[in-house]
Structure formats: structure tokens, C-alpha cells
């Protein structure tokens, strides 16, 4: 089931809601981050969200995003009253952290089993890579092997959904619908690995870093000159703050012609319905 019109405009009005208080929040400790992802894509083509999208997508630095963290334990804050869920806070299964809004519930229809919850948006760390060509590719490779027994884990709670994916995702999920990997494999240990993994080459002497956890996992890697310069965008009513090498950026993620609509297939992506 895909969101109708109004449902969507529902929807975004309580994405906005978790922004406004995230970026006043990082403004006023002085944390970095940038709009990521279709969010960055809707803030170039549209100057606000993608007409058919409805969530935002933010990253930090690794220092940050573990600094914002630890600000947010003491909940002291604006946002002490939007659930803040990660792995290591809640029983979220999830590896990126979320910040939510209880005054909009969804039902997710994407995965086997559908789910009820909180809207949210996505917090990505931005994490380092080697220096070394050979290296990233070695430890890529070992971080997309985390990230499939994370994926297989909890199997029957992942997206299924077959649109945009590359033929050896569609082939590990027609696998895993055999198999049943989630019976055998422990999720937090599983998020334990991973995380330990991407920590692995510290952000601040890396020349390369990743947003491995997106959804074009390494193909969101870029040199990090690309999130030491920085600029705001008119998102709606907003201004947000996101890289200054958008076109290198989005180029690399969704092809260079970027700015021109996709397919109707592509726009309905999203299998969310409002909470009644």
C-alpha cells in the first residue's frame, strides 16, 4: 500500500517537525550535519521534499554523531520530547539512530511481518575509510558481509520490497526467504560487529569517509573534502544545511541526469500508511 497525497503531506509536516528541533539542536552544541540522500536530492530539484517522498535524511561526522548522542542521554533538550531510538538505547533492531515523532504513527507494509510505529528520521554516522585503494576495498567488502548477516538477522522484519534493487540484493532476498537466516543469527551481536567495524579507521584522519549505512551503502562513499565545506538550502520553509558538492554528490548516487523526474515505478516505493 502505497501513501496517498494527503496522508503524505501528513506525513512530511511531522518529518519537518523533528528537523526544525534537530537543527536548532546542533546549532546551539555545535554539531555538524548535512542532509543526505533524497533529502539533498529533494532540496537541489525541488527545493524541499521529492513531492512522493516523505522522510528526511540527515548525517554526521562520527565525532558528532557520538557527541549528539551522549548530549541526548541527558535529555535535557527541545527534543526531550521526540523519542531518540538506537541500538544501543532500545530494543530497536535498527543500526542508525532515530529521532521520532509520537504525534504521527505509520504502519511500515515493506517487510514480511508489517509494523506499527513512531514517524522518525534517519541519523547516519559519516564514518572513515583507509587510505590505502586496496584497503577500502578489502574493508568494504568485509562491511558489506556484516551489513547481509545484520540484514538476514532479522530477516522477516526488512524491507522485501524488490524496486530500485541491484540483481545480488534480489538474489540474497530470494535466498533468504529459502533459508531463514533470521532463526540462526543473533541481531545485537550481529549490530555489535558492524558497528565495531565501521569505527574501525577513525574519522578524523581519513581522507575518504562513507555513509555505509544509506541506502547505496558504498556507493556513498566520497573524499571527505566533499563534508568539510558546507551550505544552506531552502527546503519549503526551511533552510538546512548540506554539502557544498551536491552535483559530484548526487551524480555518483542517482546518475548525472539526477534532475530529471524517475519512473512511476520509482515513486512509489514507499509501502507506509498513516495511523488513523
Known amino acids: 500500500m502505497t501513501v496517498n497525497l494527503d496522508d503524505r ?27 543526505m540522500g533524497g533529502t539533498l536530492l529533494g532540496a537541489v530539484r525541488h527545493q524541499g521534499f521529492i513531492p512522493w517522498d516523505d522522510d528526511i535524511d540527515v548525517g554526521m561526522p562520527r565525532p558528532d554523531y557520538e557527541k549528539f548522542q551522549e548530549l541526548l542521554a541527558k535529555r535535557e533538550n527541545k527534543l526531550a520530547d521526540f523519542p531518540f531510538r538506537t541500538f544501543k538505547n532500545s530494543d530497536t533492531t535498527e ?71 541491484p540483481l545480488i540484493e534480489k538474489v540474497f532476498i530470494k535466498l ?40 547505496y551503502k558504498l556507493n556513498e562513499m566520497f573524499p571527505k573534502q566533499f563534508y568539510l565545506k558546507g551550505q544552506v538550502y531552502a527546503f519549503d520553509d526551511l533552510q538546512l544545511y548540506g554539502t557544498s558538492y551536491s552535483d559530484e554528490i548526487l551524480s555518483q548516487m542517482y546518475g548525472s541526469n539526477y534532475m530529471e523526474p524517475p519512473s512511476e515505478q520509482v515513486k512509489n516505493k514507499h509501502f507506509t500508511e498513516i495511523v488513523k
Open 9 to 35: 503531506k501528513i506525513l512530511q509536516h511531522a518529518e519537518k517537525e523533528l528537523v526544525i528541533v534537530f537543527a536548532d539542536f546542533c546549532q546551539q552544541h555545535d554539531l555538524q550535519y548535512f542532509i
Open 176 to 215: 533468504g526467504q529459502f533459508i531463514q537466516p533470521e532463526k540462526r543469527l543473533d541481531t545485537k551481536q550481529c549490530l555489535v560487529n558492524l558497528d565495531h567495524a565501521l569505527q574501525r579507521f577513525p574519522y578524523g584522519r581519513a581522507t575518504y569517509v562513507v555513509n555505509f549505512m544509506g541506502a
Open 95 to 165: 543500526y542508525v539512530a532515530r529521532l521520532e515523532n509520537p504525534h504521527t504513527k505509520i504502519v511500515d507494509r515493506s517487510a514480511v511481518v508489517a509494523e506499527q510505529r513512531n514517524s522518525w528520521m534517519d541519523i547516519f554516522p559519516l564514518d572513515g575509510m583507509p587510505k590505502s585503494k586496496l584497503l577500502r576495498k578489502i574493508h568494504g567488502l568485509n562491511l558489506l558481509r556484516l551489513r547481509l548477516l545484520l540484514k538476514y538477522s532479522e530477516f522477516d522484519r526488512v524491507s522485501v520490497n524488490m524496486t530500485e534493487r
